[in-house]
């Protein structure tokens, strides 16, 4: 079974960064195309960035182009988001998914499993 796993959140003021992990077990990363997704209290689930399965092609929500980084490091297993220059209109649970696909994805239905997220909180 396919499991993935958010580390890296917390509390950081306005102008930090963080950078957030995922943990794949059961399946190498290498299968899959990856994304991070975020939801803010009352909010919609909201795509952040997505990164192809060879690592080749990556995709960015203009909310944080510039501001964010997607990485895989398919030796660890892991996919991390970078975000620095943050705002506090990035708070948010942030959630990584999972797609067999080969290509960057933008929408959650595409994606095949998920993580149970991590709080990020930006103070202003």
């Known amino acids: 079974q396919v499991q993935l796993v958010e580390s890296g959140g917390g509390l950081v003021q306005a102008g930090g960064s963080l950078r957030l992990s995922c943990a794949v077990s059961g399946r190498t990363i290498s299968n899959f195309a990856m994304g991070w997704f975020r939801q803010a209290p009352g909010k919609e689930r909201e795509f952040v960035a997505s990164?192809?399965?060879?690592?080749?092609?990556?995709y960015y929500a203009d909310s944080v182009k510039g501001r964010a980084t997607i990485s895989r490091d398919n030796a660890k297993n892991t996919v991390y988001l970078q975000m620095s220059s943050l705002k506090p209109e990035d708070t948010a649970v942030y959630c990584c998914?999972?797609?067999?696909?080969?290509?960057?994805?933008?929408?959650?239905?595409?994606?095949?499993?998920w993580g149970q997220g991590t709080q990020v909180t930006v103070s202003s």
């Open positions: 998914a999972a797609d067999w696909g080969l290509t960057t994805r933008q929408r959650a239905y595409e994606y095949d499993y």
């Open positions: 990164i192809s399965r060879s690592g080749g092609s990556t």
